[in-house]
Nanobody, 128 residues
Framework: QLQLVESGGGLVQPGGSLRLSCAAS????????VGWFRQAPGKEREGVSC????????YYADSVKGRFTMSRDNAKNTVYLQMNSLKPEDTAVYYC?????????????????????WGQGTQVTVSS
């Protein structure tokens, strides 16, 4: 059964940190690029960070650059998103997605169309 399962979301104060995890099963995860997307209420889903199949290259949206770090452990079929210096505007449901790398990572992060598999999402709320 093909599956991506996110975890690690929660409520955190501004300036705090969270680490999201995304565990994959049922497909050859190590051959796929992975993206983290987020969707806030009333807004479009946006790409936050996308990484290549071996994790050697990673793209970050300007809004999170310098604060978020994406990594992957293919031996564990897991991708992580370390989020530091969180801001209220980071509040959203965060999704991980996997798809073959068929374009630049920036292009992949700009469009959901590149991704075949999606997780169910995990809520991140940044509030005092």
């Amino acid at each position: 059964q093909l599956q991506l399962v996110e975890s690690g979301g929660g409520l955190v104060q501004p300036g705090g940190s969270l680490r999201l995890s995304c565990a994959a099963s049922g497909f050859s995860f190590k051959y796929y690029g992975v993206g983290w997307f987020r969707q806030a209420p009333g807004k479009e889903r946006e790409g936050v960070s996308c990484t290549s199949s071996n994790g050697g290259n990673t793209y970050y949206a300007d809004s999170v650059k310098g604060r978020f770090t994406m990594s992957r452990d293919n031996a564990k079929n897991t991708v992580y998103l370390q989020m530091n210096s969180l801001k209220p505007e980071d509040t959203a449901v965060y999704y991980c997605a996997a798809g073959p790398v068929t374009s630049t990572l920036q292009a992949m992060c700009a469009s959901r169309e590149y991704f075949n598999y999606w997780g169910q999402g995990t809520q991140v709320t940044v509030s005092s």
